[in-house]
């Protein structure tokens, strides 16, 4: 797998924030493991910048890598991605937030079964 291949693949996925395409994107390869390539993108259309980690192999779709279980994953596949409204309503919430955050996340921790290690999901074919 050459960095043009990485490249051309990267410019067909959509922005993690506002959803449109990579394409036109600056694209920055940082380099890569084996099959994992570390990729940094400059969206055009929101300025966003993303650090990216792919697996990318010869002849087979990239992987999803991911810390979702098989139940939740189904339950997100479907969903729309993050708009730009939806980081804006979490920046006013944060703005606004007087909490604390270490007791927040220790109430989250009582509540929830823990997480379990990362892992891959095959895509369906
Ligand atoms: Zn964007």
Request: a neutral charge; proline letters at 4%; aromatic letters at 8%.
């Amino acid at each position: 797998m050459d960095e043009s291949t990485v490249k051309r693949l990267m410019r067909s996925l959509n922005c993690v924030l506002c959803g449109k395409e990579y394409k036109g994107a600056e694209i920055k390869i940082m380099g890569h493991n084996g099959d994992t390539w570390f990729i940094k993108v400059l969206c055009h259309h929101c300025n966003s910048e993303s650090l990216v980690a792919a697996v990318v192999k010869e002849g087979l779709d990239p992987e999803v890598i991911t810390d979702l279980d098989q139940s939740e994953f189904a339950r997100f596949q479907d969903k729309e991605p993050v708009q730009g409204d939806d980081v804006l309503d979490m920046h006013k919430f944060l703005k606004g937030f007087k909490g604390d955050f270490s007791s927040l996340f220790s109430r989250l921790d009582e509540q929830t079964p823990k997480r379990k290690p990362r892992k891959r999901i095959p895509r369906e074919t």
